[in-house]
């Protein structure tokens, strides 16, 4: 038997269905006008959970990066080669060397405080599932089958 023939007989019109739960439907389309609508609500809505997923990534980076950015602030700010005469943000106690101390370490921390922004967001995008909040652009041109009371009864059910 040759490897054709092992193929048609594996395939062919002989072989058992699977039962009625994993028995595929075909997808139906939508027609023009509704495919185009859905496809606008369906970016809307991907805008919107991105522009969700970037504020949550900006607000826990830049809580991460506060201490940092308030270290490299104050080294600019107090500094004598940065700083005007006049400034009253600066105490007595930052001279030049606390300054400069400031600086190097607000830069040898940002690095650290980006990884744990960083984690702080992917620990929080996992555990809310963010990712799967988008939507595929193929519910937009094909409809999706209404399920009834009887047919979700039948999916609970497994085929041993």
């Known amino acids: 038997m040759s490897r054709s023939d092992v193929n048609q007989v594996a395939v062919g019109d002989d072989a058992p269905a699977p039962p009625p739960p994993y028995t595929p439907l075909p997808p139906t389309p939508r027609e023009p006008l509704d495919c185009w609508a859905c496809a606008v609500l369906i970016t809307a809505h991907n805008l919107l959970v991105g522009a969700a997923n970037l504020l949550i990534f900006l607000i826990l980076c830049g809580g991460a990066l506060a201490p940092s950015a308030a270290m490299l602030l104050y080294g600019f700010l107090c500094h ?7 400034e009253t943000l600066c105490s007595p106690l930052l001279t030049p060397v606390a300054c400069t101390a400031l600086l190097v370490f607000g ?3 940002l690095l650290p405080f980006l990884i744990l922004g960083l984690a702080a967001y992917a ?5 809310l599932k963010l990712g799967s909040c988008f939507l595929p652009y193929s519910r937009a041109v094909y409809q999706g089958r209404q399920r009834g009371a009887k ?3 039948q999916e609970s059910k497994s085929w041993v």
């Not at 004598?80 to 006049?86: C, G, S, T, V």
């Not at 620990?123 to 555990?127: G, M």
């Open 80 to 86: 004598p080669q940065f700083r005007r005469p006049k």
């Open 107 to 109: 830069v040898i921390l």
């Open 123 to 127: 620990r929080l995008a996992h555990a």
């Open 151 to 153: 047919e979700r009864q």
